[in-house]
């Protein structure tokens, strides 16, 4: 869910290439695709926990979180390994009236481009559960490094209470805390579910950046 130039092995899915997935399934059949902004992010900006600023949208998939985001009055950068799926949230974020508003990108979040300290805010709906073992600790060492001092991480991902099965890896908390809790502290973990077709077992954690 964030790369297309280039798809190495590692960023490639069980079932095929994103790319694939996307062209070949009906945005309402997508998975991970709530056909709306996440609940649990809409719950999170709209308590005021997190000043509006520079936010960045990993794995944007179909784009709701990003453009919810920018009708907050975030700038917002929507990244996606897979081209298709940007088609897929520059058509929603068009129907929205947000294009413009929004910079995308096909793009990995294993090779971040965004200058460091540029971001407050980093949205991961389900893209961290999708990298191999060998890439997690890429990954929060990029997220670290775009994060200003003090910025917020909000990450989703599959817990171990869903039912093994294809698709992500399920995480335990002391998986996940393994491999955060170097670069950041948590502020919140707890139980969640995934909106949108399979509501899939979930943590939700937010993390604010040592």
């Known amino acids: 869910m964030t790369r297309q130039k280039k798809e190495t092995p590692r960023l490639i899915d069980k079932y095929g290439t994103w790319n694939e997935v996307y062209r070949k399934t009906s945005p309402a059949e997508l998975p991970w695709n709530a056909g709306n902004p996440d609940p649990e992010l809409v719950r999170l900006i709209e308590s005021q926990v997190i000043p509006v600023g520079r936010a960045i949208d990993v794995g944007t998939g179909p784009g709701h979180d990003a453009i919810f985001l920018a009708q907050k009055g975030f700038k917002v950068l929507a990244l996606d390994i897979a081209s298709s799926a940007i088609e897929l949230a520059k058509l929603n974020a068009k129907k929205a009236g947000f294009e413009v508003a929004i910079d995308y990108r096909v793009e990995s979040v294993l090779e971040l481009s965004s200058p460091a300290g540029?971001?407050?805010?980093?949205?991961?709906?389900?893209?961290?559960?999708?990298?191999?073992?060998?890439d997690r600790e890429?990954?929060?060492?990029?997220?670290?490094?775009v994060l200003i001092p003090g910025g917020h991480?909000?990450?989703?991902?599959f817990s171990e209470k869903e039912p093994p099965g294809p698709g992500p890896h399920r995480f335990t908390r002391e998986e996940i805390e393994s491999v955060f809790s170097k670069k950041f502290e948590f502020l919140d973990f707890r139980d969640g579910v995934l909106a949108g077709p399979r509501q899939a077992k979930i943590y939700v954690a937010l993390l604010r950046k040592k």
């Open 153 to 157: 991480l909000f990450l989703r991902t």
């Open 118 to 134: 540029t971001a407050t805010f980093v949205n991961d709906r389900v893209c961290f559960e999708v990298l191999d073992k060998e």
């Open 138 to 145: 890429d990954y929060v060492r990029k997220i670290s490094e």
